[in-house]
């Protein structure tokens, strides 16, 4: 599906969350020492999810509060007490049960929500929207140095 130029940053975003998926899997799956996936998942969101969560929050929230915006919070909140309970552990559940998450979030905003917003939202408020994510958004990049999943 043809993503809004305004927002398409974002939906660029998830092919990186996607792979984080699958590549926790990949180490789960190949028994990789744990603490290796661990710092991954550390990275992953210090450096990749965090921010991303901080803009659609910042940039989408705002225009439009419904159902949809709703469950995207609980799970961004979700997915910030696994991210908890990953830094003061290595339990190989909460690694599945982040990459699950992680997965099922990305494909309801992409399959859902992100087309309910732009069906929903004036033009020129997704215009404002797309200003504002180019002033803050940075491209990802998947520079990871331990290819555990390989």
Avoid at 20 to 43: A, F, T
Avoid at 45 to 57: A, I, P, R, V
Avoid at 77 to 85: D, P
Wanted: contains cysteine; aromatic residues 12%.
């Amino acid at each position: 599906m043809k993503r809004n130029e305004n927002i398409v940053l974002l939906s660029r975003d998830h092919h990186f969350g996607l792979l984080c998926s699958w590549k926790i899997r990949q180490g789960l799956k190949k028994e990789v020492e744990l603490s290796r996936i661990k710092n991954y998942i550390l990275y992953f969101w210090k450096n990749h999810l965090e921010e991303h969560f901080h803009e659609e929050e910042h940039l989408l929230f705002p225009p439009l509060t419904d159902e949809y915006s709703s469950r995207i919070q609980y799970e961004h909140h979700q997915i910030k007490t696994l991210i908890l309970q990953i830094e003061n552990s290595e339990n190989a559940a909460h690694f599945s049960n982040f990459a699950d998450l992680l997965e099922q979030h990305i494909r309801f905003e992409e399959r859902s929500w992100l087309p309910h917003l732009e069906e929903k939202l004036d033009p020129e408020v997704l215009n404002t929207i797309g200003k504002e994510l180019d002033q803050i958004h940075s491209e990802e990049k998947d520079l990871y140095p331990d290819e555990f999943w390989k």
